[in-house]
């Protein structure tokens, strides 16, 4: 998630721990931790653009890191406040809790969270919520700055905690039930239209949970879908996108492209421009695949081959190509 949200939960988590001893230090100690994993980002600069790819919610973003990073710092902020009389397990009780509950939340998103490091490289890709979700962080964010500007020993300032932390839960587990039914719903349509397929996933559009895209892995590409909550009982459409994996064959065997096929999880598409190769992480979505099926999918890397058989990646900056404006997404949001 965004790095507001982040703050928002981990404050908190701070509030909810040591509010009523610490009063708004709490709050800010809490957002401080729940801002620490994702300091990872300053890492990438020094890796290969698909190894950095995996160093953003890696390690740090392990629940294993939490039980390490807690101790440490509910040690040195035990000392700089020590004037409150609070002890080192109050602490780090509030930092394991700020950071613990990082990784869980990114763990919603799309990208993909390391939860297991070191034990297992899995990453958890549950795709229920976009990265910057309005509906989860703006009712937060308001209960929160009710607890800011509640006396610390006013039970209001507990009840606006509670509040905030009650509404965000709920409306994740919304999003995960509407997902889950959505799925549902989608893999009924594709076998009452005949379309064989081995297995779908549903991925989140811009900013809502009400929009869901559905992508369908057929042996030789994928079907995507859009349905909103608001939909009719029309049926869904579903376009078609060729996967050209065979296209990556002669480089499999590298390295780097074995990495960025193993980072989509098998979800990819490869296109073709001029002497470049496009490689595309569907689970991402297209820039406005609600409004026009061909979009171009957000997330992509480019693969050059160089003269020696070997090839070198990219980023591909996918902000060159245009994305809907948001009165497009709200009108499908709408329903058909």
Known sequence: ????????????????????????????????????????????????????????????????????????????????????????RSWTMLFFLSVFTHPLLDALTGYGTSLFLPFHEYRVDVNCVFIIDPLYTLPFLFCLIMVMWSNREEKQREKWNRRGLILSTAYLIFTFIHQQWILRRAGEELKQQGIKYSETKAFTTPFNSLLYGVLARTDSGYYVGYRSMFDSDLPMEFCFHPSRAQLLDPWTRDPQVSKLIRFTKGWYQVDTIADTLLVSDLRFGQTSGWADPGAPFVFSMKVIPRPDGSVEIRKNDWRSDRMAGIATILNRIKGK
């Open 1 to 88: 998630m965004d790095s507001l949200t982040q703050i928002v939960l981990g404050a908190a988590c701070g509030e909810a721990v040591l509010g009523r001893k610490a009063g708004n230090k709490a709050l800010l100690w809490g957002a401080i931790g729940g801002t620490i994993p994702d300091l990872d980002v300053f890492l990438n600069p020094f890796f290969h653009p698909v190894d950095a790819l995996f160093v953003h919610r890696g390690f740090s973003h392990s629940l294993l890191f939490a039980f390490l990073v807690a101790p440490v710092m509910g040690g040195l902020v035990g000392r700089l406040h020590r004037r409150l009389e609070i002890s080192w």
